[in-house]
């Protein structure tokens, strides 16, 4: 059965922050659904580019050269090995596009991991 | 040089439909900007799954037994090897999330096939 995913629907389901939940598959990649609100870690994916798109909200990813600012509408593809710290000062909407095997923290291993997210 | 991608701004650089634009590029992935209206052709892709994600209008994704509606802000994943026939009455804004081999009109080369998409 192929069934639609409306995106705000997915985004009622849940309150909490820094937890990304699975709301689509295709090929090697996941489509993740986050609410965040404050700083996250530094950390990098080694081998693993990660995108970043804004649903509501505004959100800043921090990279050790320069920052890049979103907001609803935008996107951006932080590519493997580059450092970064997403930061909401706000609670933000974003849709996450990652391989599979990415970890929220990368290579840290912290509370924040989510090594097995949750399927909405 | 890491850069944000307004998808607006995206679709503001062109204005014919079915010729798929790359915007964005993860992994083995390829995110693109395509403006529809109308009916496309009936095709597959026999190993790779496809995302259509609407921005703008409304698309329906015909299939064989059933179809899919939908409007701004939802999203349907076609999974590999499924006949789909995307058809919009009106004008419509869509991100597509596919992998790099992936051709617009699948096994099928014709008048719509677009081998090598333009990048914006």
Same mark, same amino acid.
């Given at each position: 059965m192929i069934e639609k995913v409306n995106v705000e629907e997915k985004f009622g389901r849940f309150e909490e922050h820094w937890k990304p939940k699975i709301i689509g598959e295709l090929n090697d990649s996941y489509v993740k659904a986050v609410k965040v609100q404050g700083e996250f870690v530094w950390h990098d994916h080694p081998s693993e580019d990660e995108l970043f798109y804004v649903v509501k909200g505004r959100l800043v990813i921090r990279l050790r050269d320069a920052e890049v600012a979103l907001g609803p509408g935008e996107f951006v593809i932080i590519p493997h090995g580059i450092e970064h710290l997403p930061v909401a000062q706000e609670e933000a909407h974003i849709l996450l596009l990652e391989s599979?095997? !990415? &970890?929220?923290?990368g290579t840290l291993s912290n509370a924040? !991991? &989510?090594t097995h997210p949750e399927r909405l």
């Open positions: 599979k095997s !990415t &970890v929220n923290t924040r !991991t &989510v």
